[in-house]
């Protein structure tokens, strides 16, 4: 049982790392905690959804078009609202996501109605190995994670890219005159970022039923994950995506089902009590 | 400065200052003719910073002019100004410390891809001029010493191959020895056929070395003179203004 649930829970960790990466990527290049991050999940689910059901599309094409959309859906939120409170501060720009979240969700909420849906997938049956259950969503969802969060490792550390946004997180104004263009590594930071929450998405789309809420359901632990890695940190946010993941699924063990979402906000309520800079971050602090 | 040749800085009654703030920069006209030094000197908080980051475009410009080799730049974004041919470094904050040694390098060209003159070969006579650190292009820049920081930022300004240079105190905090060894890079930086505006508290390190120097004090130039006349009453004069 408690093996079951702690594989359980580096899945549901894997899954919620996406978009934990796309909140701290954000935190570190823009300076903002996103709020829109949950909404964004939303509307990748719904594009893969109509890309699935209604133009019967395979999930896989249907995911590719899932980033794409909230990847524009990305770029446009930067470039209508973001872009013009760049110098604003923190909290202005965390006050307007929220803003852009409420807008995104209902979108979706008027477009879709508030009716559950979901893939159109095969069911298939779970393999039993060493005593655990594992379904194919569980490997379908690890394997693209993984294969997303090699990809991002790589572009970060290898791609002119992934340079720019680094020296734009450790000190913006020195890029500006090292020649980066702030807009555009904003603008192509919103893309990488949109793509990571649509396939994220998808994911949950797999997990659960797609309604207008599908991505709020993981807000509270995407931000415990996130904070808890120390915010700016990408891989503190994957290493806190799979200790909230985890976390999450083994507290049924000793409280109701009903009430995980409590360990999340646990997790937060006491980073913020005793470790503000999460608990491998002492690096993000500094900025 | 003979008549009719394009500056290498042009300034023209440029004010600028922070958020809502008042003005900092108070209304500075400022030429400075081709392959020069210029020190600029003045008390604390005169305003040396604010003018150069003015020029290198942090600092929004609420009236004036700023052109580099005769071309107009006041409206150009910092990133566009490096590629128009102005090149800065800043008083602190002057390297990416999470990145490596290599990365700063790598930064400081592959984003000015159109500049005339970025490439392997300005590279490999960069790093000639800093051995220290072309030894070390996989320590992070953020466990260096100052010394080697400042080095290292130098090394990044110059790697985009600039008509124009502006450092903001080179000096501040290094040893005595490194004073002396970074005055003579800018001195070669300079025969190279770089313009150099150069903001110094080390008042005698940088007259030493300098063509000209301008005394900036409360956001406005108070005296311009050839860097040899510069004496010890100016000096006293510099500091007496800074008591007023
Ligand atoms: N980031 C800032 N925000 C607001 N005011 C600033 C900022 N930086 C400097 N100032 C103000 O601008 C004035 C000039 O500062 P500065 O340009 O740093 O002078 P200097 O380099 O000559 O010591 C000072 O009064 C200082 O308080
Ligand atoms: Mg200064």
Not at chain 1, 56 to 66: N, T
Not at chain 1, 85 to 91: A, D, K, T, V
Not at chain 1, 95 to 106: D, K, P, Q, R, Y
Not at chain 2, 70 to 94: C, S
Request: glycine share 10%; with cysteine; proline share 4%.
């Amino acid at each position: 049982m408690a093996v079951q649930l702690f594989f359980n829970g580096l899945v549901t960790g894997l899954l919620i790392a996406l978009p934990a990466l796309a909140l701290t990527l954000i935190f570190g290049v823009l300076k903002f905690a996103n709020f829109a991050v949950g909404s964004m999940v939303t509307l990748g689910a719904y594009a893969a959804w109509v890309a699935n059901v209604r133009l019967g599309l395979p999930l896989s094409a249907s995911a590719a078009i899932a980033a794409v959309t909230v990847a524009a859906a990305g770029v446009a939120s930067d470039q209508l609202v973001f872009e013009r409170l760049r110098e604003r501060g923190s909290i202005s720009l965390l006050v307007a996501s929220m803003g852009v979240s409420l807008i995104i969700e209902n979108v979706c909420r008027f477009a879709f109605g508030n009716a559950s849906r979901g893939f159109d997938v095969a069911p298939s049956r779970p393999i039993r190995w060493q005593g655990i259950r594992i379904n194919q969503e569980q490997i379908t969802t690890a394997a693209v994670v993984l294969v997303c969060l090699v990809l991002v490792d790589a572009l970060l550390r290898f791609s002119p890219l992934g340079r720019a946004m680094r020296a734009v997180a450790d000190n913006a104004s020195l890029a500006a005159v090292r020649g980066v263009e702030r807009r555009t590594v904003a603008r192509l930071t919103w893309a990488l970022v949109g793509a990571l929450l649509g396939v994220a998405g998808v994911l949950s789309g797999l997990d659960r039923a797609i309604d207008p809420l599908i991505g709020w359901n993981y807000q509270i632990p995407i931000f415990a994950a996130a904070i808890l890695g120390g915010l700016g940190s990408p891989l503190g946010a994957i290493a806190g995506a799979l200790v909230i993941g985890v976390a999450e699924e083994m507290s049924a063990l000793v409280i109701p089902t009903n009430y995980r979402q409590v360990v999340s906000f646990a997790v937060i309520l006491a980073l913020l009590l005793f470790r503000a800079n999460g608990l491998f971050g002492a690096k993000a602090a500094r900025r | 400065m003979t008549g009719g040749d394009i500056q290498a800085l042009s300034v023209r009654s440029l004010r600028s200052g922070y958020g809502r703030g008042g003005d900092i920069i108070r209304g500075v006209d400022l030429d400075q003719a081709p392959e020069t030094i210029l020190a600029v000197i003045g008390p604390n908080g005169s305003g040396k910073s604010s003018f150069v980051k003015t020029l290198a475009g942090l600092l929004d410009v609420r009236s004036g002019h700023v052109m580099v080799t005769g071309r107009d730049v006041t409206a150009e974004t910092p990133a566009k100004r490096v590629a128009a041919g102005l090149a800065y470094v800043p008083q602190e904050a002057n390297v990416f410390p999470s990145l490596t040694i290599g990365e700063n390098l790598k930064l400081a060209t592959e984003f000015l891809r159109g500049r005339a003159g970025v490439g392997p070969e300005q590279r490999q006579r960069v790093l000639e001029l800093f051995p220290e650190i072309a030894a070390r292009l996989r320590t992070r820049a953020g466990d260096l010493s100052g010394g080697q920081r400042q080095m290292l930022a130098f090394a990044s300004a110059l790697l985009a191959n600039p008509e124009v240079l502006l450092l903001d105190e080179p000096s501040a905090g290094l040893s005595p020895k490194i004073v002396g060894q970074t005055m003579e890079a800018i001195v070669r930086v300079r025969e190279a056929g770089v313009t150099v505006l150069l903001v110094e508290q080390n008042v005698a390190a940088a007259l030493r070395i300098a063509d000209e120097a301008v005394v900036l004090v409360a956001g406005q130039i108070s005296l311009r003179a050839r860097a040899a006349e510069v004496g010890a009453s100016d000096l006293a004069e510099l500091f007496f203004a800074k008591v007023a």
